[in-house]
């Protein structure tokens, strides 16, 4: 009897159970059970084998701390596969990964509206000074003592990385009346501007009312937006951030919140989570979420969806539906399947 392709699942499935239900008629998933990394990488010797493929998940790394090389080098040989249900991979050394014949997917699509709408949230919450008026209401005051919010029409918008979430964005302010620009490291057809002019980085700065960041986290990414460049920004800038924390140097992010030179801040992201930068914390015009871009029912399950049915492809050696974008264009070097 030919035994089913493994795939040990580093955090369980809580929302799309009829796809994993689907999943384990053709392959062995199987929970993690590794008490920490030390743990995990004995295991990899023994119980784990020979398992062919990973599902992880943004809360993976708790356990196991980032998937880097060292990590990449303890896998077994049967592993060909690490299937990630989020857009974003920063924590996975893909170069480790490549090197190894071991193929990366995400989960970039399903992750887009959800993202967004939490995007205009933050907008309107810190363009309209909300956080310091529930602040001041949970104190037992009303409407006193706050200051006031400004409206979206006519303002102008940069987006900082016209990806899928950038161009959801960019959709969802034309109702308020507000311009959008944006700066990649390359302009875009018009299709994919989506009718937003492309600028230069130093003219997103100095022209935007609003900076929304949407870039991956990598090395040419990290603290993209640092010191100067928030002091080429217009003063009273709101500044929004639902990528990654590290794309901008919190402690000076922190610094020009506090100066008066950024206006508000709406984060979703922060650049050592779980911890947040006191500064952030104690100004109540940091309107801040705890990572919660796609903290929903409907998001969560597609995004587990689309993780599983990469898993389920590999592992019965079809094509993969999202190859990470560094792996893209080596595809031809990796073995598909076993």
Same mark, same amino acid.
Request: charged letters at 20%; proline letters at 4%.
């Given at each position: 009897?030919?035994?089913?392709?493994?795939?040990?699942?580093?955090?369980?499935?809580?929302?799309?159970?009829?796809?994993?239900?689907?999943?384990?008629?053709?392959?062995?998933?199987?929970?993690?059970?590794?008490?920490?990394?030390?743990?995990?990488?004995?295991?990899?010797?023994?119980?784990?084998?020979?398992?062919?493929?990973?599902?992880?998940?943004?809360?993976?790394?708790?356990?196991?701390?980032?998937?880097?090389?060292?990590?990449?080098?303890?896998?077994?040989?049967?592993?060909?596969?690490?299937?990630?249900?989020?857009?974003?991979?920063?924590?996975?050394?893909?170069?480790?990964?490549?090197?190894?014949?071991?193929?990366?997917?995400?989960?970039?699509?399903?992750?887009?509206?959800?993202?967004?709408?939490?995007?205009?949230?933050?907008?309107?919450?810190?363009?309209?000074?909300?956080?310091?008026?529930?602040?001041?209401?949970?104190?037992?005051?009303?409407?006193?003592?706050?200051?006031?919010?400004?409206?979206?029409?006519?303002?102008?918008?940069?987006?900082?990385?016209?990806?899928?979430?950038?161009?959801?964005?960019?959709?969802?302010?034309?109702?308020?009346?507000?311009?959008?620009?944006?700066?990649?490291?390359?302009?875009?057809?018009?299709?994919?501007?989506?009718? &937003?002019?492309?600028?230069?980085?130093?003219?997103? !700065? %100095? *022209? $935007?009312?609003?900076?929304? @960041?949407?870039?991956? #986290?990598?090395?040419?990414?990290?603290?993209?937006?640092?010191?100067?460049?928030?002091?080429?920004?217009?003063?009273?800038?709101?500044?929004?951030?639902?990528?990654?924390?590290?794309?901008?140097?919190?402690?000076?992010?922190?610094?020009?919140?506090?100066?008066?030179?950024?206006?508000?801040?709406?984060?979703?992201?922060?650049?050592?989570?779980?911890?947040?930068?006191?500064?952030?914390?104690?100004?109540?015009?940091?309107?801040?979420?705890?990572?919660?871009?796609?903290?929903?029912?409907?998001?969560?399950?597609?995004?587990?969806?689309? &993780?599983?049915?990469?898993?389920?492809?590999?592992? !019965? %050696? *079809? $094509?993969?539906?999202?190859? @990470?974008?560094?792996? #893209?264009?080596?595809?031809?070097?990796?073995?598909?399947?076993?």
């Amino acid at each position: 009897m030919i035994s089913k392709p493994r795939i040990l699942f580093f955090n369980p499935v809580r929302h799309a159970h009829a796809v994993y239900k689907n999943l384990s008629s053709v392959t062995q998933p199987e929970l993690l059970s590794s008490k920490s990394r030390a743990e995990l990488f004995q295991d990899f010797k023994g119980k784990y084998n020979n398992i062919t493929a990973i599902y992880s998940t943004s809360s993976s790394y708790a356990l196991a701390g980032k998937f880097d090389k060292e990590l990449i080098q303890h896998l077994p040989p049967s592993l060909k596969f690490i299937c990630h249900n989020g857009a974003g991979y920063d924590n996975i050394d893909i170069q480790a990964c490549t090197a190894r014949g071991i193929k990366v997917t995400n989960a970039p699509d399903p992750v887009t509206d959800a993202t967004a709408d939490l995007a205009i949230f933050l907008l309107l919450g810190a363009l309209r000074q909300l956080n310091p008026a529930i602040f001041s209401l949970r104190n037992g005051n009303f409407k006193t003592g706050i200051d006031f919010g400004r409206d979206p029409q006519g303002k102008t918008l940069g987006v900082l990385g016209m990806g899928r979430i950038g161009r959801a964005v960019k959709r969802r302010v034309e109702p308020f009346g507000m311009k959008t620009i944006y700066h990649n490291r390359n302009k875009l057809s018009e299709d994919d501007a989506a009718g &937003a002019e492309y600028v230069s980085l130093g003219r997103l !700065l %100095g *022209e $935007s009312d609003i900076i929304s @960041v949407h870039v991956p #986290l990598n090395s040419k990414t990290k603290h993209l937006i640092g010191e100067q460049e928030i002091q080429k920004m217009k003063d009273g800038v709101v500044i929004v951030n639902t990528a990654r924390g590290a794309v901008i140097d919190e402690v000076a992010m922190a610094a020009a919140l506090e100066a008066g030179k950024i206006a508000a801040v709406g984060l979703d992201v922060y650049e050592r989570e779980p911890e947040i930068n006191q500064i952030l914390v104690k100004n109540s015009r940091a309107l801040l979420i705890p990572h919660l871009g796609t903290h929903t029912t409907e998001t969560l399950s597609k995004m587990e969806t689309s &993780a599983m049915e990469n898993a389920r492809r590999g592992c !019965l %050696g *079809e $094509s993969l539906l999202t190859v @990470v974008a560094e792996q #893209l264009e080596k595809i031809g070097a990796l073995t598909n399947g076993h």
